[in-house]
């Protein structure tokens, strides 16, 4: 149980246009989704905090408008990266808190989705 | 600030060779810590939970233990397919971000 899809797993796209990820929780419920991006042997610089039905709450330093965050669903949430350039290149990853065990805490994690920008 | 400091950044063991990873924590009321196992272009892998001091998980090879201050990953007999970076997180009470360290790379030679 507790799996989260991330898709698509990698994409090349040129500068100035447009990328949408998609996050799915496959068996569960979930309020609540965070975006991470993580560069190089570093750890997760949390994005966005994606809330279903309300607007995403953005971390400081992180442009609303370039990273499109959409949680229109209990099982899905979406990151565009808009006007994307070579700097945007990064991993990034969701993760999602089952909504019937926000007591418990634990994220479950995407597989990630591996941007190029050329 | 909540902060979250892992140590050592990198180890390299023998098969067989057992090592322990630190976490060590600073949090205005500890709701959770987390374990994570992350392989090389994956996602984190999610593997304990620990919520109060004193509190013990076990899951194969590996045992995590917290205190009011650090957390361990006790890695006992290394496999190779043991090798991976070793994330761990914290949760403060009355927020809803989570604090990742910058992780343990291990790789454990046969």
């Known amino acids: 149980g507790a799996v989260v899809s991330q898709h698509p797993s990698r994409v090349i796209c040129k500068s100035g246009t447009s990328v949408k990820i998609e996050c799915r929780s496959l068996?569960?419920?979930?309020?609540?989704m965070f975006w991470y991006r993580q560069f190089p042997k570093q750890s997760l610089m949390l994005m966005a905090t994606?809330?279903?039905?309300?607007?995403?709450?953005?971390e400081q330093g992180v442009e609303k408008d370039k990273f499109l965050i959409n949680h229109a669903s209990l099982t899905l949430s979406t990151l565009t990266v808009t006007s994307a350039h070579p700097e945007d290149s990064s991993f990034y990853i969701c993760?999602?808190?089952?909504?019937?065990?926000?007591?418990?805490?634990?994220?479950?994690f995407g597989e990630g989705s591996r941007l190029t920008v050329l | 600030e909540d902060q979250v400091t892992q140590s050592p950044e990198a180890l390299r063991l023998q098969e067989g060779e057992s090592s322990s990873l630190n976490c060590s924590y600073t949090?205005?009321?500890?709701?959770?810590l987390f374990w994570y196992r992350q392989d090389p272009g994956k996602g984190p892998e999610f593997l304990f939970t620990?919520?109060?001091a004193g509190e013990e998980k076990e899951k194969e090879r590996l045992k995590a233990t917290l205190t009011k201050k650090e957390s361990f990953l006790h890695i006992t007999a290394p496999k190779p397919e043991d090798s991976a970076t070793y994330l761990c997180a914290v949760q403060g009470v009355g927020t809803y971000k989570y604090i990742f360290g910058t992780g343990t790379r291990l790789k454990v030679l046969a």
């Open positions: 994606s809330n279903e039905g309300s607007k995403a709450t953005y």
């Open positions: 993760s999602a808190r089952p909504t019937d065990r926000a007591s418990a805490g634990e994220l479950f």
């Open positions: 620990l919520y109060s």
């Open positions: 949090v205005s009321g500890l709701r959770g």
């Open positions: 068996d569960f419920q979930a309020t609540t």
